[in-house]
């Protein structure tokens, strides 16, 4: 099963006055199950448009955007579901994606039932469970009764995860993920994603502007500029031997990882 852009654009209409903006320029991208991709770019790149476009909530401009070797633009029904379940997101700003008014129980139990990953109080709440502890929410019943506000930031953002997850996808698509959390924080919630990929084979689309922390998990890695994908590669190729003026420029303005790094 893959995900794949393909050629894919994304221009933004102009206002009264304005002028259109091309977000997502020809950008052509892939990732299988249980492959770590990374996007990377300065701020306003398109990254955020490309993962919205990865996850059918923009429609193309042109290209496509297919799952399955299916375009998401000509999906039945049953495909788009299919696909709404196996490609997740977990965006940034916890905070925000989480409805202050809902538990944990409720939060993540909802999508369950929508999806009808169980039925019924019992089977719907030991699924909760079951995700709770998969992200290292233990013991989950410490869990399910509360509020977003009496969560830390990584507690949330492992109930994003856990949202997620309890669905079984095939890729989960991490727009800026871990990017507002704590150095301490954001490496135990990073520890996590790559301990799911390998228990579970799930793969990750991971957008950041945060290049240590591609150097940490990613594999491939895509790098944006100005709405295009400008070089992609090994995550090796992009550290250690960089074709594009961008991506060395990128490398250069990142000194934890120069002074990181041997030799
Ligand atoms: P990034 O995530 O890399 O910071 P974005 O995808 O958020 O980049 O934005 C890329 C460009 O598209 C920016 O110029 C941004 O202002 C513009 N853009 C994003 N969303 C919209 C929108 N809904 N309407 C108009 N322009 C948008
Ligand atoms: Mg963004």
């Given at each position: 099963?893959?995900?794949?852009?393909?050629?894919?654009?994304?221009?933004?209409?102009?206002?009264?006055?304005?002028?259109?903006?091309?977000?997502?320029?020809?950008?052509?991208?892939?990732?299988?199950?249980?492959?770590?991709?990374?996007?990377?770019?300065?701020?306003?790149?398109?990254?955020?448009?490309?993962?919205?476009?990865?996850?059918?909530?923009?429609?193309?401009?042109?290209?496509?955007?297919?799952?399955?070797?299916?375009?998401?633009?000509?999906?039945?029904?049953?495909?788009?579901?299919?696909?709404?379940?196996?490609?997740?997101?977990?965006?940034?700003?916890?905070?925000?994606?989480?409805?202050?008014?809902?538990?944990?129980?409720?939060?993540?139990?909802?999508?369950?039932?929508?999806?009808?990953?169980?039925?019924?109080?019992?089977?719907?709440?030991r699924a909760v469970c079951d995700a709770l502890d998969l992200v290292g929410m233990t013991p989950p019943e410490a869990y399910l009764g509360r509020y977003p506000h009496e969560l830390s930031g990584g507690q949330r953002q492992r109930v994003l995860i856990a949202r997620a997850i309890v669905l079984e996808p095939t890729i989960i698509v991490a727009d800026e993920a871990v990017s507002a959390l704590d150095a301490s924080v954001k490496a135990g919630v990073l520890r996590l994603m790559d301990d799911l990929r390998r228990r579970l084979g799930v793969g990750y689309v991971f957008i950041t502007h945060d290049l240590p922390v591609v150097n940490k998990v990613a594999e491939h890695v895509y790098v944006m500029k100005s709405g295009e994908i400008v070089e992609h590669g090994d995550k090796d190729q992009i550290f250690d031997a960089p074709r594009h003026p961008y991506t060395m420029t990128l490398l250069a303005a990142a000194p934890t990882l120069a002074t990181g790094r041997p030799g």
């Open positions: 099963m893959l995900l794949e852009a393909v050629r894919a654009c994304k221009t933004f209409r102009a206002r009264r006055g304005g002028r259109s903006v091309d977000a997502v320029i020809d950008a052509s991208l892939q990732v299988r199950p249980g492959e770590f991709v990374a996007i990377v770019g300065e701020s306003g790149s398109g990254k955020s448009t490309l993962a919205r476009m990865l996850l059918g909530l923009v429609p193309v401009t042109s290209g496509s955007v297919e799952f399955d070797g299916v375009a998401l633009a000509s999906m039945d029904r049953q495909r788009w579901n299919g696909y709404r379940r196996h490609v997740q997101a977990v965006l940034q700003d916890p905070a925000g994606s989480l409805n202050p008014r809902k538990t944990v129980a409720t939060a993540v139990g909802e999508v369950v039932r929508l999806h009808r990953i169980a039925e019924g109080r019992d089977a719907v709440r």
